[in-house]
């Protein structure tokens, strides 16, 4: 998703200034949809939802089939967090990102914290988010 928010954003030729986030979303009177449903909107006609929205319906499907702890559900709070503004986690970003180092989170810690799992939980919310 960033790579594509990345490429939009530095185009080389005229296009730069029509292809933008920004210009896309207000072209389709939507603000703050995200960019993967303005293009499976263009595509297929789906729905136009924001990062917010998606990020919680990937959320509520990975928690369907599970029981968190207290501590776990701190955790998916956090990671939520990343995701309405990144729409993508990827493990790395478990030990270098403020919004998680600020809280003494590594990967390493938090894999712990979901039993060794959270690669697997991580994989299904980004699979979640971009279907």
């Given amino acids: 998703m960033q790579t594509l928010r990345d490429t939009l954003a530095t185009r080389p ?7 933008t986030e920004k210009n ?25 939802l924001t990062a917010e929205r998606r990020v919680d319906k990937a959320l509520m499907k990975v928690k369907s089939d599970r029981a968190f ?7 998916l ?13 990827e493990k ?6 403020p919004i998680f180092s600020r809280e003494g989170a590594s990967w390493g810690k938090l894999n712990r914290a979901f039993d060794g799992h959270l690669e697997t939980i991580i994989s299904e919310i980004n699979q979640a988010i971009a279907a």
């Fill in 13 to 19: 030729d005229d296009l730069v200034d029509k292809f």
């Fill in 24 to 48: 896309l979303r207000r072209a389709y009177s939507k603000e703050l949809a995200d960019i993967i449903s303005m293009i499976r909107h263009a595509a297929t006609g789906g729905e136009l």
């Fill in 69 to 75: 702890t207290e501590e776990q559900k701190k955790w």
């Fill in 77 to 89: 709070a956090l990671i939520r967090m990343h995701l309405i503004e990144n729409l993508l986690l």
């Fill in 92 to 97: 790395a970003d478990f030990d270098y990102l």
